[in-house]
């Protein structure tokens, strides 16, 4: 079935960075974008950008421009996505989701991946 | 970017009850509007899309309405798995922006 599994929790330093993959399966990779969402823990959802697995194009929410890097390796269906200089503030669950186009509502969704930042 | 409100962030209701939660957009967003039912440690499910297009598999019971600045989702008798947090989300213009959720509480 169409299922988007993402790398385990993560534990990090502040100053450190982050990557989380986003593995698909069940669809042709290429043919949607990969958004990326975070939700700090009771907090609501927080969309951060999206790939265009096809090309490779990204585009990011204002306030992550300059620390995160969205990246893919299409011979293995997966997307990354690597936030630097951690903040406290980045303690959040990291989840990739499935869509058309860059303006999109989400079908499908990864698990989330739990990132935790202290020293 | 485009603000979404919604209202109420909380409420507590009864197995059977019509429920009703409403999202505002800071500007038009035609019927760009979408729902999402979230319960804890799980990813958001979608509900609705484009304001009032039912998603595949989603009860019936679930329905949206709404264009323009102003939207409802609409649980017409509430069951007990329907108790959770619920966002909307625009599609219109990035940055995507959701609402900050109402939880639905017995």
């Known amino acids: 079935q169409v299922q988007l599994v993402q790398s385990g929790a993560e534990v990090k330093k502040p100053g450190a960075s982050v990557k989380v993959s986003c593995k698909a399966s069940?669809?042709?990779?290429?043919?949607?974008?990969v958004h990326w969402v975070r939700q700090a823990p009771g907090q609501g959802l927080e969309w951060m950008g999206w790939m265009n697995t096809n090309s490779g194009g990204t585009n990011f929410a204002q306030q992550f421009q300059g620390r995160v890097t969205l990246t893919r390796d299409t011979s293995i269906s997966t997307a990354y996505m690597e936030l630097s200089r951690l903040r406290s503030d980045d303690a959040a669950v990291y989840f990739c989701?499935?869509?058309?186009?860059?303006?999109?509502?989400?079908?499908?969704w990864g698990q989330g991946t739990m990132v935790t930042v202290s020293s | 970017d485009i603000q979404m409100t919604q209202s109420p962030s909380s409420l507590s209701a009864s197995v059977g009850d019509r429920v009703t939660i409403t999202c505002r957009a800071s500007q038009s967003i035609s019927h760009y509007l979408n729902w999402y039912q979230q319960k804890p440690g799980k990813a958001p499910k979608l509900l609705i899309y484009a304001a009032a297009s039912l998603q595949s598999g989603v009860p019936s019971r679930f329905s949206g309405s709404g264009s323009g600045t102003d939207f409802t989702l609409t649980i017409s008798s509430l069951q007990p798995e329907d108790f959770a947090t619920y966002f909307c989300?625009?599609?219109?213009?990035?940055?995507?922006?959701f609402g900050g959720g109402t939880k639905v509480e017995i």
């Open positions: 989300q625009q599609n219109d213009a990035t940055p995507l922006t």
């Open positions: 989701a499935r869509g058309d186009s860059p303006h999109d509502f989400f079908e499908i």
């Open positions: 069940g669809y042709s990779f290429t043919d949607y974008f």
